[in-house]
Protein backbone atom coordinates (compact mmCIF):
# COMPACT_ATOMS: atom_id res chain seq x y z
CA UNK A 1 0.00 0.00 0.00
CA UNK A 2 1.18 3.26 -0.83
CA UNK A 3 1.38 5.43 2.40
CA UNK A 4 2.86 8.31 0.67
CA UNK A 5 -0.11 10.07 0.77
CA UNK A 6 -0.74 9.67 4.96
CA UNK A 7 2.35 11.49 5.40
CA UNK A 8 0.27 14.80 6.71
CA UNK A 9 -1.74 13.26 8.84
CA UNK A 10 -2.42 12.73 12.18
CA UNK A 11 -4.57 9.85 13.50
CA UNK A 12 -7.35 11.80 15.43
CA UNK A 13 -10.05 8.50 15.91
CA UNK A 14 -9.26 4.84 15.18
CA UNK A 15 -11.39 2.35 14.01
CA UNK A 16 -12.03 1.09 16.39
CA UNK A 17 -13.42 4.26 18.12
CA UNK A 18 -15.27 4.67 15.15
CA UNK A 19 -16.62 1.09 15.99
CA UNK A 20 -17.89 1.92 19.44
CA UNK A 21 -19.54 5.56 18.54
CA UNK A 22 -21.28 3.74 15.59
CA UNK A 23 -22.82 1.16 18.23
CA UNK A 24 -23.67 3.41 20.61
CA UNK A 25 -25.68 5.94 18.28
CA UNK A 26 -27.65 2.58 16.51
CA UNK A 27 -28.72 1.56 19.94
CA UNK A 28 -29.83 5.15 20.71
CA UNK A 29 -31.67 5.31 17.61
CA UNK A 30 -33.32 1.88 18.19
CA UNK A 31 -34.61 2.65 21.30
CA UNK A 32 -36.53 5.95 19.78
CA UNK A 33 -37.17 4.66 16.12
CA UNK A 34 -38.15 1.01 17.16
CA UNK A 35 -41.59 0.71 16.22
CA UNK A 36 -41.76 3.76 13.30
CA UNK A 37 -40.29 2.72 10.38
CA UNK A 38 -38.44 5.94 9.82
CA UNK A 39 -36.67 7.43 6.62
CA UNK A 40 -32.97 7.41 6.76
CA UNK A 41 -31.70 10.25 4.87
CA UNK A 42 -27.99 10.44 4.25
CA UNK A 43 -25.96 13.21 3.68
CA UNK A 44 -23.85 12.80 0.24
CA UNK A 45 -20.82 12.24 -0.69
CA UNK A 46 -19.28 12.22 3.33
CA UNK A 47 -21.82 10.37 5.18
CA UNK A 48 -22.04 7.13 3.37
CA UNK A 49 -19.40 5.07 5.03
CA UNK A 50 -20.98 6.24 8.45
CA UNK A 51 -24.42 5.41 7.21
CA UNK A 52 -23.98 2.31 5.96
CA UNK A 53 -22.11 1.24 9.08
CA UNK A 54 -25.22 2.81 11.28
CA UNK A 55 -28.20 1.36 8.98
CA UNK A 56 -26.53 -2.13 9.12
CA UNK A 57 -26.86 -2.06 13.33
CA UNK A 58 -30.74 -0.90 13.29
CA UNK A 59 -33.06 -3.99 13.59
CA UNK A 60 -35.84 -2.09 12.87
CA UNK A 61 -37.81 -1.09 9.64
CA UNK A 62 -36.53 1.62 7.77
CA UNK A 63 -36.21 3.17 4.13
CA UNK A 64 -33.20 5.09 3.52
CA UNK A 65 -32.50 7.65 0.53
CA UNK A 66 -29.67 10.47 0.07
CA UNK A 67 -29.79 14.04 -0.66
CA UNK A 68 -26.49 15.84 -1.96
CA UNK A 69 -25.74 19.56 -0.91
CA UNK A 70 -22.51 21.64 -1.29
CA UNK A 71 -21.11 24.43 0.04
CA UNK A 72 -17.29 23.30 -0.62
CA UNK A 73 -15.38 24.39 -3.36
CA UNK A 74 -12.08 21.86 -3.64
CA UNK A 75 -10.61 23.71 -0.51
CA UNK A 76 -11.09 23.34 3.25
CA UNK A 77 -13.50 25.73 4.00
CA UNK A 78 -16.80 26.19 3.39
CA UNK A 79 -17.82 28.69 0.43
CA UNK A 80 -20.86 29.97 2.49
CA UNK A 81 -23.70 29.36 0.12
CA UNK A 82 -25.51 25.80 0.01
CA UNK A 83 -27.22 24.38 -3.02
CA UNK A 84 -28.61 20.93 -3.50
CA UNK A 85 -26.80 18.92 -5.88
CA UNK A 86 -29.29 15.33 -5.40
CA UNK A 87 -32.53 15.79 -3.85
CA UNK A 88 -34.51 13.46 -2.25
CA UNK A 89 -36.51 10.98 -4.09
CA UNK A 90 -38.35 9.33 -1.03
CA UNK A 91 -41.80 11.04 0.29
CA UNK A 92 -41.06 12.78 3.50
CA UNK A 93 -44.71 13.90 4.71
CA UNK A 94 -45.74 12.60 7.60
CA UNK A 95 -42.93 10.15 7.83
CA UNK A 96 -40.47 10.34 10.85
CA UNK A 97 -37.12 11.64 8.85
CA UNK A 98 -33.94 10.79 10.66
CA UNK A 99 -30.86 12.54 8.69
CA UNK A 100 -27.37 11.22 8.77
CA UNK A 101 -24.55 13.40 8.38
CA UNK A 102 -20.67 13.05 8.63
CA UNK A 103 -19.93 16.63 10.67
CA UNK A 104 -21.70 19.42 11.37
CA UNK A 105 -19.47 22.56 11.53
CA UNK A 106 -21.25 25.87 10.60
CA UNK A 107 -24.48 24.62 10.60
CA UNK A 108 -25.33 26.46 7.77
CA UNK A 109 -26.04 23.16 4.94
CA UNK A 110 -27.91 21.35 8.45
CA UNK A 111 -29.86 24.80 8.78
CA UNK A 112 -30.74 24.83 5.22
CA UNK A 113 -31.49 20.72 4.87
CA UNK A 114 -33.80 21.30 7.91
CA UNK A 115 -35.62 24.27 6.43
CA UNK A 116 -35.73 22.37 2.91
CA UNK A 117 -37.53 18.96 5.09
CA UNK A 118 -39.80 21.40 7.20
CA UNK A 119 -41.33 22.76 3.95
CA UNK A 120 -42.57 18.73 3.37
CA UNK A 121 -44.14 18.39 6.40
CA UNK A 122 -42.23 15.09 8.43
CA UNK A 123 -43.55 13.59 11.46
CA UNK A 124 -40.82 14.04 13.21
CA UNK A 125 -37.44 15.47 11.95
CA UNK A 126 -33.96 14.44 14.09
CA UNK A 127 -30.35 15.08 13.22
CA UNK A 128 -27.34 12.18 13.48
CA UNK A 129 -23.68 12.92 13.30
CA UNK A 130 -20.74 11.17 13.25
CA UNK A 131 -19.08 14.37 13.84
CA UNK A 132 -19.87 17.46 15.65
CA UNK A 133 -17.59 20.89 15.68
CA UNK A 134 -19.30 23.21 17.77
CA UNK A 135 -16.27 25.96 17.79
CA UNK A 136 -17.00 27.07 14.13
CA UNK A 137 -21.13 27.14 14.26
CA UNK A 138 -22.37 30.19 12.65
CA UNK A 139 -25.71 28.82 12.45
CA UNK A 140 -27.74 27.48 15.77
CA UNK A 141 -28.70 24.14 14.79
CA UNK A 142 -30.23 20.66 17.25
CA UNK A 143 -27.95 17.63 16.81
CA UNK A 144 -30.40 14.98 18.33
CA UNK A 145 -27.40 12.23 18.04
CA UNK A 146 -23.35 13.13 17.77
CA UNK A 147 -20.79 10.26 17.80
CA UNK A 148 -17.93 12.86 18.84
CA UNK A 149 -17.48 16.41 19.49
CA UNK A 150 -14.05 17.57 17.29
CA UNK A 151 -11.76 20.44 17.70
CA UNK A 152 -11.80 23.29 14.99
CA UNK A 153 -9.55 21.32 12.54
CA UNK A 154 -9.94 20.14 8.95
CA UNK A 155 -10.36 16.14 9.35
CA UNK A 156 -10.27 13.33 6.40
CA UNK A 157 -11.35 9.92 6.72
CA UNK A 158 -14.45 7.32 6.94
CA UNK A 159 -15.84 9.00 3.75
CA UNK A 160 -15.05 12.86 4.61
CA UNK A 161 -12.35 14.20 2.04
CA UNK A 162 -9.94 17.00 1.07
CA UNK A 163 -10.77 17.64 -2.50
CA UNK A 164 -11.85 14.13 -2.98
CA UNK A 165 -9.20 12.30 -1.62
CA UNK A 166 -8.51 10.23 1.46
CA UNK A 167 -12.52 8.64 1.77
CA UNK A 168 -11.09 5.58 1.93
CA UNK A 169 -9.36 5.69 5.03
CA UNK A 170 -11.10 3.67 7.72
CA UNK A 171 -9.76 5.68 10.62
CA UNK A 172 -10.40 9.84 11.00
CA UNK A 173 -7.71 11.89 10.23
CA UNK A 174 -6.31 15.75 11.30
CA UNK A 175 -5.07 17.03 7.85
CA UNK A 176 -2.08 19.32 8.70
CA UNK A 177 -2.11 22.52 7.89
CA UNK A 178 1.11 22.11 5.44
CA UNK A 179 -0.90 20.24 3.04
CA UNK A 180 -4.16 22.34 2.62
Known amino acids: MNTNYLDNLKILYSRQEIEVAVARLAAEITREYQARNPLILGVLKGSFVFMSDLVRRLDFSLETDFVQLSSYSRGTSSAGKIKMVQDIKATVKGRDVLVVEDIVDTGKSLAFLADYLQKKNPESLR ?9 RRQVPVTVHYRGFTVPDKFVVGYGMDYAEQYRNLPDIYILSDDKK
Request: hydrophobic share 35%; charged share 20%; net charge neutral.
Open 127 to 135: FCCLLDKPS
